[in-house]
Nanobody, 119 residues
Framework: QVQLVESGGGLVQAGGSLRLSCSAS????????MGWYRQGPGNQRELVAS???????NYADSVKGRFTISRDNAKNAVYLQMNSLKPEDTAVYYC?????????????WGQGTQVTVSS
């Protein structure tokens, strides 16, 4: 059973940046995809970004050009660089990984990290 632990959340002003990290307890090279989801107040959980084993990436339209997902197989970690943050980015951000699905990871989940963007 792989454990995923997120870190890097916090409070930031609009226009600022944050970098989220997701550390896995085991090797991530076997995951077909890893990604970041978020769930804001009163909203459903949505996929923000995902990255495949080969480095191919996908982003929600709402974050394209502002967020960048990356993975470091040597460190068993996935990152989400978030720039030009907006109040609507406020949410709990979850890391996820999948053994088979290359676009929508959902086998394993982290506990989440809060991101709050003030206006």
């Amino acid at each position: 059973q792989v454990q995923l632990v997120e870190s890097g959340g916090g409070l930031v002003q609009a226009g600022g940046s944050l970098r989220l990290s997701c550390s896995a307890s085991g090797s991530i090279v076997y995951f077909a995809a890893m990604g970041w989801y978020r769930q804001g107040p009163g909203n459903q959980r949505e996929l923000v970004a995902s990255i495949g084993r080969g480095g191919d990436t996908n982003y929600a339209d709402s974050v394209k050009g502002r967020f960048t997902i990356s993975r470091d197989n040597a460190k068993n970690a996935v990152y989400l660089q978030m720039n030009s943050l907006k109040p609507e980015d406020t949410a709990v951000y979850y890391c996820a990984a999948d053994r088979f699905n290359t676009l929508i990871p959902g086998d394993y989940w982290g506990q989440g990290t809060q991101v709050t963007v003030s206006s």
